[in-house]
């Protein structure tokens, strides 16, 4: 192992969990908060989602879906509706049971029960489903297009930071369609949209592929997903798809009259996407001095911090620090308009360097008294932070959008280089699978599978389940749990 100090500690190499729970930290991304399994996303992780639900939602309503918003509350009654629906979430929900607050002996108590108690959304098919079958008269009506940004509960026993927490926020799409085969176009195409989102976006490559049935949403015929790899050989699952058929159309009574006259249920589609892609971006592209963040989501890309030392010349600095963003403010990469941040803080400016690395600025400059005098900027690319660069003012500017481009593009490279290199085919058997899943960072295995139920969890002991049925990568080796010949080819992996 090197020994050249590195601003994370521990090092991945040392213990990957801590590590996680460090580069969130220093680089300023989110914290728990005193409310338990709740965060709170502190400005540059925020920043960091609000640039993933910009270009998300540009996506989503380029397809000719509608922002709506519905309920936090959702009667009980109302989830009640759709049998595994309620099985699939019980254990997660966190309900309201009182309004109104009285005082006794001193102390505030829940006062007023209601008759029906309300769930805390845990996702919102239920409650839009109730508001659809209103909606939805004719197959003039159809399809209906929608899209929420919103927060959900789902009572964690274990939570982490970003990746599983009690509350956290997302997208949810809701559709309905006249038919079958509209709705299951849908549901793919939205698979697709997570797929080149969390690639072209994220520099996050992932398998893509469908679910196998105890790994389905809760009330879906059938569940798409993005499995991405992180570093420690685990997936995340990073955006999900579901055909529901007419299950929710039938229990809230989502009826149309057809073509034909015909009174017909519709078919309905759900997607959904979380802030749980910001803990995927640290998993992904953190290394041992923190975070790198692709340019195409990092809410400054390039950071200027001027040497200011209180000295005279400390006028002609800034006013050089603030010449070069404004230069670039002019130029754009494939991602929009420049982001540039002058941090003219009164911090040290060898702790604000470190800062902006650990938070993973993609271009940092750092300005001096000669750099100012002899028009040349002096900077770092996240990618090698230790390598200090020099470009002339006018070579800098005109060429720093070319070099987000290519450090976004690196960073692609590199994930899928590591994704390539980690999913393994020789591994067949369940003896060999014993093995390989108890080494670190493992990585996926791509292997057969019966179809039976039994194998579908039958490596649950190992803390392996089948994470996609891909939908490009193919083997003809056996059921990895029995041995027998298998019908699908499976990605099996541990994951977070
Ligand atoms: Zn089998």
Known sequence: MSTTRTAISPRRAENFPSWYQEVVRAADLASMSHVRGC????????????????????????????????????????????????????????????????????????????????????????????????????????????????????????????????????????????????????????????????RDWLAMPVVAGEKSPTERFPGAEQTFTIEAMMQD?????????????????????IEFTDVDGARK??????????????????????????LCVPPAVAPHQVVIVPMLRGEDVDAEVLDYAREIATDLRRH???????????????????????QWIKRGAPLLVEVGARDAAASVVSYRNRFSPAEQLRKPFAEFVATAAAELESLQDKLLAQAQRRLDENIRRDITTRAEAEVFFKQDRAGFVLAGWCGSPDCETGLKALGVTIRCLPTRLGTDAPCLPCGQTSRHSAIWGLSY
């Open 265 to 290: 249920h519709a078919c309905t589609t759900s997607w959904g996407a979380s802030t749980r892609l910001v803990g995927a971006l640290v998993l992904t592209h953190g290394d041992d001095d923190g």
């Open 39 to 198: 965060m709170v996303i502190k400005p540059w992780g925020w920043g960091v989602w609000e640039l993933m639900q910009r270009e998300l939602d540009r996506m989503i309503k380029e397809r000719g879906h509608d922002n709506v918003y519905f309920p936090l509350f959702i009667p009980l009654s109302y989830i009640q509706k759709e049998a595994e629906h309620v099985e699939g979430f019980a254990k997660e929900m966190a309900v309201v049971t009182h309004h109104r607050l009285e005082k006794r002996d001193g102390k505030l108590v829940p006062a007023a029960p209601f008759e029906e108690p309300l769930v805390v959304r845990p996702t919102s098919e239920t409650i839009i489903g109730e508001t659809m079958a209103e909606w939805v008269q004719s197959y003039r009506d159809l399809p209906l297009k929608l899209n929420q940004w919103a927060n959900v509960v789902r009572w964690e026993m274990r939570p982490r930071v970003l990746l599983r927490t009690t509350e956290f926020l997302w997208q949810e799409g809701h559709t309905a369609h006249a038919d079958e085969a509209e709705a299951v176009a849908e549901t793919l195409e939205m698979h697709r949209v997570y797929e080149s989102f969390a």
């Open 233 to 253: 050989g685990k997936a995340v699952q990073a955006g999900t798809s579901h055909y529901l058929g007419q299950n929710f159309a039938r229990s809230a009574g």
């Open 332 to 354: 754009a990469t494939r991602f929009g308009p420049l982001r540039v941040h002058v941090d003219e803080r009164a911090t040290r400016p060898s702790d604000k360097k470190w």
